[in-house]
């Protein structure tokens, strides 16, 4: 909801020329110095030597390895699954900087910081009040856990009485109660909690605050499950149980369980199976997909074998088709039906349980296997109802490697050839990879304006001393036109990590991240108004001749006659700077 938030573009730019990249990506991962740069293994990819590269004059990184690249707020985004918005209060609260919001038109949702303290509030008497009752202790030792792990969640327990929470707040009429979800308002005014006679899972985001509450009953009763609803704090769809503690092995493992409950997080972990999150009483949304690929490298549903289960996790497999990415895996992890991962781990442990994720079914796998068992592929009607069926989960995807070898798969199945299937569902062919080219002897060295775009991207401000009637072409000049456009809206001094925030999911970032790799190979020493003069010089010059030639090829070889009054008299201009 917060991302509805208006952001000054000017706050941005103070917030990243205050920062150090440096330190900021050192909160996460260790740095070695490495000349003018710091270098570490990247975390966005697996690799063995070090190619993920962090220039502290220029405050940005770049991975030579995947192409990963970015500022201080592109790292914590990508880093620890936040957006936009998230990663910006992030960094401006580790300054201690207050993030200011512009007018806007669209909904604001300002959470007001007392909602967090509140929350917070409701979390330490859940706490202190499972340690005063016997019962619900015997439950969760029951269920095999340890205060260890109790304490690690943050479990709790709220009592059997219908105004509990009036011990733990100053205010019980406070309108924040009911904000926060924690408080039910009645007819005439009559209030009561919540939750009541509840073990309580405290739903943390992924900076540590407290944002909603799952409690689950202690005996028999329903629902067996009850969640907070949606809040300004809380927004089911993109949030996940148990992610705040489970991303450090997530990212040690680069692998990740998205099951059904909480009691299955906090069991796993029990078990030293600590890389499992939990979706939040709805459906795994593809934000919650997007999210989790950001941090590993795979995704496995495990869901419970029954006829919800199933259904949950084709619901998983639609929403996460058009979030694929080539090289990272999701599978898909069906137990016994008898059993849950709660279960399962307490009955045959983690070793056996960590056997199954290894041998669980591939997406791919999976989504042919429950395409296939629909329809009868001997007659010519099954196969039709096959391709059919497969229609709209093929045209979802959109990772190019695992979209090819899925059409290739089902047109197999189906008798046809990927042509024929592609003209049927009238999508853009994936064509054959092309033979590579052999590689040339001699590198060739950069044009004029791939230097220029270099010496800008280290040095932004030279955009303004750019002609007004300069010649540009192609990725590089449409990436310095809009450079200079930018900086003619901004009367501040700006940065190389604000120009690269700024044109962040833009047509132009593809041009500028490869122009910052090649800045970091160019090094600290380099003379770059020198080089940003002569490569402005060449372009000049290759402008006039253009030009030239233009007007050669009008007059083919005849008189000045053939042209007209003006265009002589700037052939004649032309040819004295020469």
Not at 221 to 249: C, D, I, R, V, W
Not at 476 to 496: K, M, P, Q, R, Y
Request: aromatic share 8%; proline share 5%; glycine share 8%.
């Amino acid at each position: 909801m917060r991302e509805g938030r208006v952001i000054p573009k000017s706050f941005i730019q103070d917030l990243l020329n205050r920062l150090d990249i440096v330190d900021v990506i050192e909160r996460y991962l260790p740095l070695k110095k490495a000349g003018a740069n710091f270098v570490a293994c990247c975390p966005f990819h697996n690799e063995k030597s070090p190619s993920f590269t962090v220039s502290q004059s220029k405050q940005f990184y770049h991975c030579f390895g995947c192409g990963a690249h970015g500022t201080a707020i592109g790292f914590v985004m990508e880093h620890a699954g936040m957006g936009y918005v998230e990663a910006i209060e992030e960094l401006a609260k580790s300054i201690g900087v207050a993030v200011p919001q512009e007018a806007s038109n669209l909904p604001q949702h300002k959470v007001a910081p007392d909602l967090y303290d509140l929350m917070q509030s409701a979390t330490r008497y859940y706490r202190e009040q499972l340690k005063k009752t016997p019962r619900a202790i015997e439950y969760l030792k029951g269920r095999g856990l340890s205060g260890e792990v109790a304490a690690r969640f943050g479990i709790g327990y709220s009592p059997d009485d219908w105004q509990n929470l009036k011990a733990a707040v100053p205010n019980y009429q406070d309108t924040s109660l009911v904000e926060t979800g924690l408080v039910i308002e009645g007819e005439g005014g009559k209030r009561y909690d919540r939750f009541r006679d509840r073990i309580m899972f405290p739903i943390v985001n992924v900076r540590g605050q407290v944002i909603g509450f799952g409690g689950r009953v202690l005996d028999k009763g329903e629902p067996k499950y009850l969640n907070s609803p949606e809040t300004p704090l809380f927004e089911k769809g993109h949030e996940l149980y148990g992610l705040y503690q489970a991303q450090k092995s997530i990212r040690a493992q680069q692998r990740v369980i998205v099951v059904e409950g909480y009691m299955d997080v906090v069991a796993l972990a029990q078990h030293g199976v600590e890389y499992a999150v939990a979706t939040l009483g709805t459906a795994t949304t593809p934000y919650h997909v997007q999210k989790l690929l950001r941090l590993c490298d795979q995704v496995v549903f495990c869901f419970d074998g029954d006829k919800p289960g199933q259904k949950a996790a084709w619901r998983a497999l639609e929403n996460a088709l058009p979030q694929l990415v080539d090289g990272k895996r999701i599978g898909f992890l069906f137990l016994p039906e008898e059993h849950d991962p709660d279960t399962y781990i307490r009955e045959y442990g983690a070793e056996a349980f960590e056997h199954e994720l290894e041998n669980s079914l591939p997406l791919s796998g999976y989504l042919l296997r429950e395409l296939t068992a629909q329809v009868d592929l001997h007659t010519q009607e099954g196969r039709s109802a096959l391709l059919k069926n497969a229609q709209p989960l093929l045209t979802a995807i959109t990772a190019p490697a695992t979209a090819l070898l899925l059409r290739k798969e089902v047109a197999a199945l189906a008798g046809v050839t990927q042509a024929e299937l592609e003209a049927l569902y009238v999508i853009k062919p994936i064509a054959a990879p092309q033979r590579a080219a052999p590689p040339k002897v001699k590198r060739s060295t950069p044009s004029s304006l791939r230097t220029l775009l270099r010496c800008l991207v280290m040095r932004p401000e030279l955009a303004r001393q750019l002609p007004h009637d300069s010649h540009t072409e192609g990725v590089e000049g449409a990436a310095i036109a809009a450079l200079v456009d930018w900086l003619s809206e901004s009367v501040d001094e700006t940065s190389t990590a604000a120009m690269i925030q700024h044109f962040q999911d833009t047509a132009h970032e593809a041009v500028f991240a490869s122009a910052q790799g090649e800045v970091m190979q160019w090094g600290e020493s380099f003379d770059v108004e020198s080089e940003f003069a002569g490569s402005l010089e060449k372009l000049r010059e290759e402008s006039r001749r253009a030009e030239l030639d233009t007007l050669h090829a009008k007059m083919q070889g005849r008189d000045l006659k053939v042209l007209n009054e003006q265009e002589r008299a700037r052939y004649l201009q032309l040819l004295q700077r020469g």
